[in-house]
T-cell receptor, first 112, second 113 residues
Framework: DAGVIQSPRHEVTEMGQEVTLRCKPI?????LFWYRQTMMRGLELLIY????????DSGMPEDRFSAKMPNASFSTLKIQPSEPRDSAVYFC??????????FGPGTRLTVT | AQSVTQPDIHITVSEGASLELRCNYS??????LFWYVQSPGQGLQLLLK??????LVQGIKGFEAEFKRSQSSFNLRKPSVHWSDAAEYFC???????????FGSGTRLQVQP
């Protein structure tokens, strides 16, 4: 059974460029979460979806960040324009109930 | 608002020794509690969870944790540590209604041969 799939695993981009991170949740999981991990702030929730609908986006840092879930098997997190302070590991997680969450391998983003 | 404290940033134990990682939470009602493990460059793997019922829960890889409401704690234990247990461990709390987890800052475990 495939776990959560994220792509790319590593992304290096220049400041000002658009970055798109992708996530495929585990089949049958109705909840999808985007987290960000940094040394300074640890793991923090950005946004989560239930049945493809955004439920809580209070963690999205600012308007430069946007997330979509066009269908049950795909979600994107977009940063436009990117800034060096966006450098972090971005995790996608999915869940059946929303409580027990299963994480993907993460995307390490470096903005120079 | 809920919060999680992991007081130990870094712990070193000898292989074969017992392990206890501390976790304290702050939440008004009965929390949902989790322990995750993260190996370098990897995602987070769920070790165990507590929702209700028996306060001693068993997880994967020989780990267990005990929920103590009076102490607001959910400490992770393992009787005999293996070198492959070296990783970072995160305690997390969830609450009824809001699905997002709040994570502690993590404890990095180093295992000496």
């Amino acid at each position: 059974d495939a776990g959560v799939i994220q792509s790319p695993r590593h992304e290096v981009t220049e400041m000002g460029q658009e970055v798109t991170l992708r996530c495929k949740p585990i089949s049958g999981h109705d909840y999808l979460f985007w987290y960000r991990q940094t040394m300074m702030r640890g793991l923090e929730l950005l946004i989560y979806f239930n049945n493809n609908v955004p439920i809580d986006d209070s963690g999205m840092p600012e308007d430069r960040f946007s997330a979509k879930m066009p269908n049950a098997s795909f979600s994107t997190l977009k940063i436009q324009p990117s800034e060096p302070r966006d450098s972090a590991v971005y995790f996608c997680a999915s869940s059946v109930t929303g409580y027990e969450q299963y994480f993907g391998p993460g995307t390490r983003l470096t903005v120079t | 608002a809920q919060s999680v404290t992991q007081p130990d940033i870094h712990i070193t134990v000898s292989e074969g020794a017992s392990l206890e990682l501390r976790c304290n939470y702050s939440y008004g009602a009965t929390p949902y509690l989790f322990w995750y493990v993260q190996s370098p460059g990897q995602g987070l793997q769920l070790l165990l969870k507590y929702f209700s019922g028996d306060t001693l829960v068993q997880g994967i890889k020989g780990f267990e944790a005990e929920f103590k409401r009076s102490q607001s704690s959910f400490n992770l234990r393992k009787p005999s540590v293996h070198w492959s247990d070296a990783a970072e461990y995160f305690c997390a709390v969830g609450s009824t209604g809001r699905r997002a987890l709040t994570f502690g800052s993590g404890t990095r475990l180093q295992v000496q041969p």
